[in-house]
C-alpha cells in the first residue's frame, strides 16, 4: 500500500475550514492586527483557559463559533482536530489534508504533545497532517509504503526521520543516507541532518520513498517565505 | 519488579559555576562538588562585547562547518582549543560530549552534572538529535545530563528509580514525561497527575501539561519520584532569569 504525499502542495492560500486551538487564537489575532478580518477561524476551541477575554470577544463579535472542550486527558490540540474531522464529514469537505501552524518550538512538553497528536491522528482520519512552524515541518508517516515528492521549490534542504514512539524497521530511496531494511531506534539510529540524493544540477529531486512498520516521524526543511 | 537503583538529583541545584566548555552554538558547564543546597542562581547566560572574555570555551569541537571564520579566530586566538571530530554518524554534540568525558577522566574532575545550553530549539530535527544525545549518553557515563533552552529543561531518565527535588525557587509550572524511544512502564508520586505502574508511550499516554502535587501555601512541593523500566525523557519548567 503507497501512500502519495507532496508536503508542500498544500500551502495553497485556499483552506476550507480554518480553527484555531484556544491560545492558538491570541497568536492568530497578533500576528493578523491590522488584517484580522481576512483571517478568520471558523471556529475556536479549547478549555479557554489561554485565550484572552478581548480576543474571545474580538472573534465571537465576528461570527467565529467557540466550541467549548473540557476533557482533561486530551490537548487542546488533539480536541481541535476532531472537531475539525466532525465538520469535514457533516459538511462533506474534499479536503487534501490538514496543516497546523505552530506546536513544533516554544515549551519542550508541547513540542512532544503536538508530536503525540499526529499519532492520535493516525487512527482518526487518513487524511495527511501536517504541522509547520518556522522553517521545519513535521508529518507523522503511518506504517506502509509511502512516495514523498520534493520538487515544489519550497523544500528545503534537510530532511530526517525520527522514531519517537518506537523502533521502526526503515527503507528509503531518494534520500543522501538511504536506510536498507534498518532499524530506526533512539539510542541506537535517528537519521537527522539528512538530505536528498544529489541530482546533476538543473535536474529534480528524486521522489523520496519510505517504508515503515511502525509510524515514523518524517521531518523537512521548508523555505517559509520570509 | 523492583529496580534498586536510586538516582537523587536536584536539577537545578547542580547548575553553578564557571563554564568550561564549548561546542560551537552551545556552552557546557561543570560544576564543582556539590555544597550544601545554597541560594540559587541564576543560570541565564547573556553573552555580549564586554564579556566575551569570561566565557571562554576550553575547547571547540566539531566538523567545523558551522564556526565562522571569524568566531573560529576568535577563540583560537584566546588559548581555547580547537578539536576536530570527523565522525559522520555522530553529531556534534555527541562527540563534544565524548570529548568533555575524556576530559573529566584524564584531569580527574569531581564533576556533579553536565549542562548544556540549547538544544530545544529552532530545526525540529536538530532538537531530535539532541534527544538522540541524551539517549547515547546514556552508557557513556552516569553524571546527569541536562539540556536547557528557554523556559525548557530536559533530562533523560535512565531506567530505575529517580528522586527529583524541585524546590530550589526555579522551577516553573509545568513538567511532563515523555517515551521517546519507546514505550515505559511508569510509576509516579509528588506530580498533580501521578501513574501508578501505567504505560507511557506515543498514540496511548504522553504526560504534558503535568505539574507538581498542590501542597499548602508557603509549604516545599514534595519531592517527585520517577520508577521507569526504559529511558524516559523528563522535561519541566525553569525560570530562565529574566
Redesign the interface.
Known amino acids: 500500500m503507497v501512500e502519495e504525499l507532496t508536503p508542500l502542495d498544500c500551502l495553497l492560500p485556499s483552506a476550507l475550514l480554518r480553527a484555531c486551538a484556544d491560545g492558538a487564537a491570541n497568536h492568530l489575532h497578533n500576528i493578523t492586527a491590522g488584517d484580522c478580518e481576512r483571517f478568520l477561524p471558523d471556529y475556536i476551541s479549547g478549555d479557554f483557559d489561554s485565550i484572552t477575554a478581548e480576543v474571545k470577544a474580538f472573534y465571537a463579535d465576528k461570527g467565529c463559533r467557540l466550541i467549548e472542550t473540557a476533557d482533561q486527558d486530551l ?1 487542546d490540540f488533539t480536541k481541535c482536530l476532531a472537531i475539525m474531522l466532525q465538520e469535514i464529514e457533516t459538511r462533506k469537505l474534499q479536503v487534501d489534508a490538514i496543516v497546523t501552524l505552530g506546536g ?10 503536538s ?2 497528536t499526529l ?2 491522528a ?1 487512527p482518526m482520519t487518513r487524511l495527511p497532517l501536517l504541522v509547520i ?4 515541518l ?1 508529518c507523522l508517516l503511518r506504517p506502509g509504503s509511502h512516495r514523498l515528492r520534493v520538487n515544489t521549490g519550497l523544500e528545503g534542504d ?3 526521520l ?6 521502526c524497521q526503515t527503507t528509503t530511496t531518494g534520500l543522501k543516507w538511504n536506510l536498507e531494511n534498518q532499524v530506526l ?3 541506537k539510529l ?1 537519521s ?3 538530505t536528498y540524493e544529489p541530482v546533476p544540477s538543473g535536474d529534480h529531486r528524486k521522489v523520496v520513498t519510505v517504508t515503515t512498520d511502525q ?1 515514523l ?1 518524517w ?1 523537512m ?1 521548508i523555505k517559509n517565505g520570509e
Open positions: 490537548t513544533l518550538g516554544g515549551r519542550f512538553d508541547q513540542i512532544m504533545a508530536v503525540e499519532h492520535h493516525l512552524q518556522g522553517s521545519s513535521a534537510w530532511c530526517s525520527i522514531p519517537v514512539g518506537g523502533p531506534a533512539f539510542g535517528v537527522t541532518s539528512n509510524p516521524l521531518s526543511a
